[in-house]
């Protein structure tokens, strides 16, 4: 079987694997007392900045910011929880901020499987999540989406800092697997359902860290064009920019769901009317839940199977991505 469909079908294990392995890890007592978070990530490594504060947003104590760049806020202090996150540990960027989060005096942690960011983490006796990858055989970040977002998610909810309970979120993740093949059946028919275009994804409040993650397994996995939009924003300047150009190949995939707002479930119904009625195609994923913990997992799980069958369809290989390692290739030089 191909490894990049096995990590898919592991999800489950790997959040389980996730929640033991952190509850392991000693953190000091200070850590506990920061005022602020700062995630550094790339990519799908910052994957869990995006789910956490959509899908958990009433459950953040303390504020948190996303840094994707080389640089960090002033405000960046020993009152900082500083979390370096990179599957591979050899991001740039994250190892960057790294160092001048040290600097700035923050207190440090994180997740990685190895690298020159366990290397920072060891020898500045920090403690971290060393992932071990038992379910990723596939190796890509994007893929082992378990171990990213809830080995963050455990941390903090270990530190104090989010207010979220561990059972709750193992047994979303035993009804995830109870549910695994129709998750399968599902993507795998709406994925014939799509055509051959440029795909933006609409979601909103607890499923937007999920079309945050379909969107980048759209491009990395499909390698298909992809973005997404998130209601209300878009209703605010996106639907005015459909009119040109008039040749486009472009699909909007809806993230349905019954537990949005009202009035953002309105907006939804009412952003789909805007877009049929230039033109454009639009289809819909609806994946009920008794919780939105429940309706986020099932659709990152949907995500990572259409996107593996998009794959399928285009021919291509799910698990490589030949233009970002050319890329990164090409910058060391």
């Known amino acids: 079987m191909d490894t990049a469909l096995q990590s898919m079908q592991f999800l489950p294990k790997q959040i389980q694997h996730a929640l033991a392995d952190v509850k392991t890890i000693e953190f000091p007592q200070a850590y506990k007392s920061v005022q602020n978070i700062v995630i550094a990530g790339m990519g799908g490594s910052l994957f869990p900045y995006y789910v956490i504060t959509s899908l958990f947003p009433e459950k953040l104590l303390i504020p948190i910011l996303a840094c994707n760049d080389y640089t960090l806020p002033s405000y960046v202090n020993e009152s900082t929880l500083f ?6 540990g050899t991001t740039e960027e994250t190892l960057h901020t790294a160092n001048l989060a040290h600097e700035k005096g923050a207190h440090i942690s994180g997740l990685t499987t190895g690298g020159k960011l366990a290397d920072f983490f060891s020898s500045k006796n920090l403690p971290f999540y060393h992932i071990t990858p038992t379910y990723n055989p596939s190796g890509q970040p994007r893929i082992a989406v ?15 800092l989010l207010n979220v309970f561990l059972e709750e979120i193992e047994q979303s993740v035993n009804e995830l697997t109870k549910g695994d093949s129709e998750i399968v059946k599902r993507a795998e028919a709406f994925e014939k359902d799509t055509n051959n275009a440029m795909y933006i994804y609409v979601a909103a409040e607890h499923l937007s860290g999920a079309a945050h993650t379909m969107r980048n397994q759209t491009n990395e996995t499909a390698k298909t064009f992809a973005e997404y939009n998130l209601v209300p924003e878009l209703n605010h300047h996106f639907m005015e920019g459909l009119a040109f150009p008039k040749d486009k190949n472009v699909e909007f995939i809806f993230l349905d769901s019954l537990l949005y707002s009202p009035r953002v479930q309105k907006r939804m119904m009412l952003t789909k009317q805007v877009i049929e009625k230039q033109g454009i195609k639009v289809n819909n994923i609806s994946l009920p839940a008794p919780t939105k913990l429940n309706e986020f997992l099932h659709f990152l799980q949907f995500g990572s199977y259409f996107t593996y069958a998009r794959a399928q369809t285009n021919g291509v290989d799910a698990s490589k991505v030949p233009w970002v390692d050319y890329f990164k290739k090409e910058l060391d030089k």
């Open 83 to 88: 979390l370096a996150s990179s599957y591979s």
């Open 146 to 160: 378990g171990y990213m977002i809830f080995g963050i998610v455990a941390m903090l909810q270990r530190l104090g």
